[in-house]
Nanobody
Framework: QVQLVESGGGLVQPEGSLRLSCAASRNIFSNYAMGWYRQTPGRQRSLVAAITTTGITHYADSVKGRFTISRDDAKNTVYLQMDSLKPEDTAVYYC???????????????WGQGTLVTRS
């Protein structure tokens, strides 16, 4: 079973930045699109950014122009650069493999522990 480990979250000041990382326990990234999701209490987890194996990216409208997703297949890692953070970006962030770059059922049924991002 592949394990995903998210890191990089924290408390950030208005208009601050964070860089999230997600590492996989084994080499799976190179064959699939990767995505970052976020979840707030009482709401469903939603896809905010995704990147294909060829580097094509897709973003939710709420984060376009502020977030940048990237991947390093050699390190089995996907990143999310978050700039100009807003209060509504406060959430727990997770990574997974979306079945489609715009969403769909994630390929992995198990999720990591996530990383909490809090905009003060």
């Amino acid at each position: 079973q592949v394990q995903l480990v998210e890191s990089g979250g924290g408390l950030v000041q208005p208009e601050g930045s964070l860089r999230l990382s997600c590492a996989a326990s084994r080499n799976i990234f190179s064959n699939y699109a990767m995505g970052w999701y976020r979840q707030t209490p009482g709401r469903q987890r939603s896809l905010v950014a995704a990147i294909t194996t060829t580097g094509i990216t897709h973003y939710a409208d709420s984060v376009k122009g502020r977030f940048t997703i990237s991947r390093d297949d050699a390190k089995n890692t996907v990143y999310l650069q978050m700039d100009s953070l807003k209060p509504e970006d406060t959430a727990v962030y997770y990574c997974n493999l979306p079945s489609h770059i715009t969403g769909g059922t994630p390929r992995l049924s198990s999720w990591g522990q996530g990383t909490l991002v809090t905009r003060s």
